[in-house]
């Protein structure tokens, strides 16, 4: 299992949005996808919630709610829980309250934890999808403990520039200082809701490329309409609408560099 966590400690940057469509792109492709919420808002976690429903998994799931691993589950004690189906090759970790609590605990236990129970669910995944929350906190370090890549969704904004540094820092605190994860390979940063016509976003944007270089991924994703209401199925399966073909080809686009660039 390959795991990606997506991450920006700034608010409503794309994170969710990148993460549901590399969840559903991954099972589409045939892949073992588990999606994980690691976010108090649970954003993600409602998105595979209206799926099970949809599907009819739900149901199953409240006659069994003991069995039911949640997101805080994940950095304790292997306690027999496990992801919750919701479609065909796609299982998911709700966020629950308690995730905010995992960072108050000692933090070395914490990610010990969660290591163990990632590699535990490896042999049934091919990829895990790990969604964040918009916060400075260990819990991004605990996130960043148990990936294998990170991607950082960013709108070209001079403040959302000058936040990045801090996801930057975290990365590099959690794969070279602290060696609390040294396997963790940043895939960069990917520029979201850029808007075409503004000339503002492409100077940004090239801001951005020459300050961070290779650290700004060359694809991007622009500023639709379609995606904004592709929250509980990908863009590519939304009703026929002005943008949906453009922004459907360049989501797959989008989530198929990502894959290569996983190894996937
Ligand atoms: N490329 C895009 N085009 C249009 N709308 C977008 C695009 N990307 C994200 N959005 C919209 O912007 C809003 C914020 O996106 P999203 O929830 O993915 O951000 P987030 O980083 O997860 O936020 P938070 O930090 O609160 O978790 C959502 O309503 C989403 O639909
Ligand atoms: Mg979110």
Not at 202 to 225: C, F, I, K
Request: hydrophobic share 40%; charged share 25%.
């Amino acid at each position: 299992m390959k795991t990606i966590v997506v991450a920006n400690q700034k608010g409503g940057v794309g994170k969710t949005t990148v993460a549901r469509h590399l969840a559903f792109y991954g099972a589409e492709q045939g892949l073992r996808v588990l999606a994980v919420d690691m976010d108090v808002q649970g954003n993600f976690s409602t998105t595979f919630k209206a799926i099970a429903d949809e599907n009819g998994f739900a149901a199953e799931q409240a006659k069994n709610p003991k069995e039911v691993l949640v997101a805080s589950r994940l950095f304790g004690k292997d306690d027999g829980t496990r992801p919750v189906p919701c479609a065909e090759r796609l299982d998911y970790v709700e966020a629950d309250s308690g995730i905010v609590e995992v960072e108050r605990r000692n933090l070395e236990q914490v990610i010990a934890a969660g290591q163990k129970r990632f590699a535990g669910l490896s042999s049934s995944y091919d990829v895990c999808v790990v969604d964040t929350g918009p916060a400075v906190s260990n819990l991004l370090v605990v996130a960043l403990s148990v990936g294998d890549f990170a991607v950082s969704p960013c709108k070209p904004d001079r403040d959302a520039i000058a936040g990045l540094a801090g996801f930057f820092s975290n990365v590099v605190r959690v794969r070279d200082e602290t060696g609390i994860n040294p396997k963790l390979a940043p895939l960069g940063v990917l520029p979201n809701q850029v808007s075409k016509g503004r000339a503002y976003h492409r100077d940004v944007l090239g801001d951005m490329r020459a300050h961070w270089g290779a650290g700004v991924m060359p694809v991007v994703l622009y500023e639709r309409a379609a995606i904004d209401v592709a929250k509980d199925r990908p863009v590519w399966r939304t009703e026929r609408g002005e943008s949906r073909n453009v922004a459907a080809k360049e989501m797959k686009t989008v989530c198929s560099f990502i894959y290569k660039r996983m190894g996937l």
